[in-house]
C-alpha cells in the first residue's frame, strides 16, 4: 500500500522527514509522534504534496506527487481547519468530490451519504462558518470518506470532538479497516490510535523511531525502567524499604511529599507495594506511572537510539 | 462453498473525462460568484449598452438609405464616423467602429467592475482556507486548478462582452437590407473574439496574481481597482498638462488606454500613415500577463514549498 525508501525531505537547512524507510501492507496504522515530529511533513509526502528530497515514495504503486491520478484512491483529512463560510457543508462536500470526476449528481448522493456517515445529517445544509470545531472536523472526514477512497490518510482526525464523537469516529475507522481498505492515521495521543488500530509506525524529529504492533513496542521498552511517581506520607521511609528491597533502579523526591522511582518491573512493585507499606506509617495517596504519556514512550525510544539504555 | 470476496470494491461508474475536471471548479465559483448581488446587478446593465448600440447600427443603415442625415447620427454619438459630403458605404468600417466603442467604452469600464468583484476572492480565499491541501489531495494538478478559477471570469467576461457584441453583430446584420451583408462583415464575429481574448487574458491573470499574494479578499480588490485608477489618473494628468500633445506611447502607463489601443488595432481601426505602432502595447499586455502567470504559478505551488 506505502513503500518509502530512504525518504527525506528538507526545508531548506530544517529536516521534515530524515531518511525514512517501511513498506505497509493493506489495513490500519496509527503514525504517532509528538508535535512537530515530521506526522504532517509524513502524509503530504504520501499525499504527493510534497516530493521527497531524497529516496522514493510509492503510494498503491504510484508515485503520487508526479502521478495525481493516484489520489483519486486517497482521501486525506488535514489537520488544518478548511473551512468556506458562506458554502453548505453539504456543499462543500460535494464540490470535493466533483475534483475527482464524478458528475453532479454522483457527487450529491455521495456527499450526502458521507455526512449522513458522519453524524452530520442534520446540520448538513446549514453554512459551515456557523459550525462548532466538531462539526467542521466532522465534515471535514466526510470529505476524505466521500469518493470511497481505497486509503484513508487522516491527520489529527479526532481533535474537537466531543466524547460520543470519539467514539462514533472510532467505530467508523475500525469499521473501515475492517473493510480491508487501508487506513494511516496520525495522531500525538496514544489512546486515541490504540483504540482504533494496533499497528504503530514511531516518528519523532523526523526519524522512525519504531514500528509494529502494540506488543512489540511494549517489548521494545520492557529493558528501560519505567518512571513512577508515588505520592506518600513518610516518603523517605517508603524509598528505604524500596531500596532494600531491590525493587528500584532509581529514587527521587519530589516536592510536596512524593517519590519518583526509575524500575524494570512496573508489574512487581505494583504488586509487592501493598504488602511493604502494611504495618507502617506509610500512606501512599496517589500511585501514577509517568511513562503512560506518549512523551515519555518518545523519552524512552530515543534513549534507546541514543544507546543509553 | 464459494468464498465471497466482501473487501474494497472500486467504483466502476463512469468519471467525467481529465481534460474537464477544471470545469468542477469553474461551475463552483461561477454560481458562488453569482451569490454577490452587486454582481448580479452589474451583469444585468452590462447589457444596456448593446441595446443602445444596436440603435446605432439602426441610425447607420438609414443614413445609408439616405432616410436621414449625418447629423442625426452625430446627436446619437458625436464621434459617429459618417459624413455628408461623403456618404460612401464604408459598412464594414463603421460596423467595426460600434463594436470597438461597445468593447472599448461601457464595456471596458464595466469589466474593471465585475472582474473586480469576482476576481479578489477566488484564489485568496483558498489562500487564507489553506483550501490547497484539499485540492492538490486530489487529482487535480496545479495547471487545472488555475485553469478552473481563471475560466470563472473568462465566463463572466464573455457574458458581459463577447456574447452582447455578437449578438450586436447578428442584430446588425437583421437590420441591414438584406444578409448580402454578411460577405463584407464575415470577419467581424472573429474580430469580436480577438478583442475578447486580448481583453481577459491580461486582466484575468492580474486580477488573479493579486488574489493570490493575499489572504485578505480587500487587499486584491483594492490592488485591482488601483492598477487601474492610478493609470487612468496618471494618463489623464499627463493629457492635461501637455494640452493632449502627449506622445501615443504614454498610453503604456495607463492598463485601460493600452487595452484599448490594441482592441482598436483588432477591429482594423488603426490604418493610414498616421496609424500608431500597436507592438509596444502587444508586448505590455504580453509581459504582464506572463509575470502575472509567473506569480500565480508560484503562488499556488508554494504552500508547499519553502
Known amino acids: 500500500m506505502i513503500h518509502l525508501e530512504h525518504a527525506t525531505k528538507l526545508y531548506g537547512p530544517v529536516m521534515g522527514v530524515n531518511d525514512v524507510s517501511f513498506a505497509l501492507a493493506v489495513g490500519g496504522y496509527g503514525l504517532l509522534g509528538p508535535n512537530g515530529s515530521g506526522k504532517s511533513t509524513l502524509l503530504n509526502l504520501i499525499t504527493g504534496q510534497l516530493r521527497p528530497t531524497l529516496g522514493t515514495l510509492r503510494v498503491l504503486g504510484r508515485d503520487p506527487a508526479r502521478q495525481c491520478r493516484v489520489l483519486r484512491k486517497i482521501g486525506y483529512c488535514p489537520e488544518q481547519d478548511v473551512l468556506y463560510e458562506k458554502v453548505t457543508g453539504f456543499e462543500f462536500v460535494r464540490y470535493l468530490v466533483r475534483l475527482h470526476g464524478f458528475s453532479a449528481r454522483e457527487a450529491s448522493a455521495r456527499a450526502e451519504r458521507a455526512l449522513e456517515r458522519v453524524g452530520m445529517a442534520e446540520a448538513m445544509h446549514r453554512r459551515m462558518g456557523g459550525y462548532s470545531r466538531g462539526m467542521r472536523q466532522r465534515t471535514k472526514l466526510a470529505q476524505a470518506l466521500a469518493h470511497d477512497p481505497e486509503l484513508l490518510v487522516l491527520d489529527e482526525p479526532l481533535n474537537g470532538l466531543d466524547p460520543i464523537g470519539r467514539h462514533d469516529m472510532t467505530e467508523l475507522l475500525k469499521s473501515w479497516i475492517r473493510s480491508g481498505r487501508g487506513l494511516l492515521l496520525a495522531s500525538h495521543i496514544l489512546h486515541e490510535v490504540e483504540a482504533i488500530t494496533q499497528s504503530f509506525l514511531l516518528i519523532c524529529g523526523g526519524r522512525l523511531l519504531a514500528s509494529g504492533s502494540a506488543e512489540e513496542v511494549h517489548a521494545l521498552l520492557a529493558d528501560v525502567p519505567n518512571q513512577i511517581h508515588i505520592q506518600c506520607d513518610g516518603a523517605a521511609e517508603l524509598a528505604q524499604r524500596l531500596v532494600a528491597e531491590g525493587a528500584v533502579e532509581s529514587v527521587r523526591f519530589v516536592d510536596g511529599g512524593g517519590l519518583v522511582v526509575g524500575t524494570r518491573s512496573p508489574a512487581n512493585l505494583y504488586a509487592r507495594l501493598p504488602e511493604w507499606v502494611h504495618d507502617t506509617a506509610i500512606r501512599i495517596h496517589q500511585l501514577r506511572s509517568t511513562d503512560d504519556s506518549l512523551p515519555a514512550l518518545f523519552a524512552s525510544l530515543l534513549r534507546i537510539h541514543r544507546g543509553e539504555r | ?306
Open chain 2, 1 to 306: 462453498m464459494p468464498i465471497h470476496d466482501l473487501g474494497y470494491r472500486a467504483w466502476q461508474g463512469r468519471l467525467v473525462p481529465e481534460m474537464f475536471r477544471f470545469w468542477a471548479i469553474t461551475t463552483t465559483g461561477i454560481r458562488l460568484a453569482w451569490q454577490n448581488r452587486w454582481l448580479r446587478r452589474i451583469v444585468y446593465v452590462t447589457w444596456l449598452p448593446a441595446i443602445y448600440l444596436s440603435v446605432g447600427f439602426l441610425l447607420y443603415e438609414q443614413f445609408l438609405a439616405r432616410d436621414i442625415p449625418a447629423r442625426a447620427l452625430k446627436q446619437f454619438i458625436t464621434s459617429f464616423p459618417v459624413d455628408d459630403s461623403a456618404p460612401g458605404d464604408d459598412r464594414h468600417g463603421v460596423w467595426s467602429w460600434l463594436l470597438w466603442v461597445f468593447f472599448r467604452y461601457p464595456q471596458g469600464l464595466l469589466m474593471v467592475l465585475v472582474v473586480g468583484l469576482i476576481a479578489p476572492p477566488l484564489v485568496a480565499q483558498d489562500v487564507r482556507t489553506r483550501a490547497f491541501l484539499l485540492y492538490f489531495s486530489r487529482p487535480i494538478t496545479r495547471l487545472e486548478y488555475l485553469l478552473g478559477k481563471m475560466s470563472v471570469v473568462w465566463v463572466y467576461l464573455v457574458a458581459i462582452t463577447t456574447l452582447p457584441a455578437l449578438l450586436l453583430y447578428v442584430a446588425a446584420v437583421f437590420l441591414s437590407p438584406d444578409f448580402s451583408v454578411v460577405r463584407e462583415t464575415w470577419d467581424l464575429p472573429l474580430r469580436i473574439l480577438g478583442a475578447t481574448l486580448v481583453l481577459t487574458i491580461p486582466t484575468t491573470l492580474v486580477a488573479l496574481a493579486f488574489s493570490s499574494l493575499t489572504s485578505d479578499t480587500r487587499y486584491a480588490s483594492f490592488a485591482w481597482f488601483a492598477l487601474w485608477a492610478i493609470g487612468w489618473v496618471t494618463y489623464g494628468v499627463a493629457m492635461a498638462s501637455l494640452n493632449g500633445t502627449l506622445d501615443d506611447r504614454w498610453t503604456l502607463i495607463s492598463p485601460y488606454h493600452t487595452l484599448g489601443r490594441v482592441q482598436s488595432w483588432v477591429f482594423g481601426l488603426e490604418r493610414g500613415p498616421l496609424a500608431q505602432p500597436v507592438l509596444p502595447a502587444l508586448i505590455e499586455l504580453a509581459v504582464l500577463s506572463v509575470v502575472s502567470l509567473a506569480v500565480l504559478v508560484r503562488r499556488i505551488s508554494s504552500p508547499m514549498r519553502i
